[in-house]
């Protein structure tokens, strides 16, 4: 079973950038699709983008786009989110998961079957 791990999180100034990473220790991270969600205390996990495993297209929710750039690193089996002008609406647990099915909906968490436990971020505004 596919165990995702989460890093790069933490307290950061508002308008700074911020990297977090996602591995899968022994897995080719490639061959799935990873997406990247967020969730605040009390309410619904929310999609952030996804990076489809056979295109390598991505899909971005309106609130990052232009901020916030799914990809990853071949030679290292790791998935990145990079936030740039982070704000304090932006804080939350981030987490990534993955599925290695053909999805139709890649910001919706239903359709990923792998998740990781989780980096904090937050912003200080």
């Known amino acids: 079973q596919v165990q995702l791990v989460e890093s790069g999180g933490g307290l950061v100034r508002g308008g700074s950038s911020l990297r977090l990473s996602c591995t899968a220790p022994?897995?080719?991270?490639?061959?799935?699709?990873v997406g990247w969600f967020r969730q605040v205390a009390g309410k619904e996990r929310e999609g952030l983008c996804s990076l489809e495993s056979y295109d390598l297209s991505t899909t971005y929710a309106e609130p990052v786009r232009g901020r916030f750039t799914c990809s990853r690193d071949s030679a290292t089996h790791t998935a990145y989110l990079q936030m740039d002008n982070v704000k304090a609406e932006d804080t939350a647990l981030y987490s990534c998961a993955t599925t290695a099915w053909l999805i139709r909906d890649p910001l919706s968490p239903k359709e990923y079957n792998r998740w990781g436990q989780g980096t904090q971020v937050t912003v200080d505004s």
């Open positions: 022994g897995v080719i991270l490639e061959n799935f699709t």
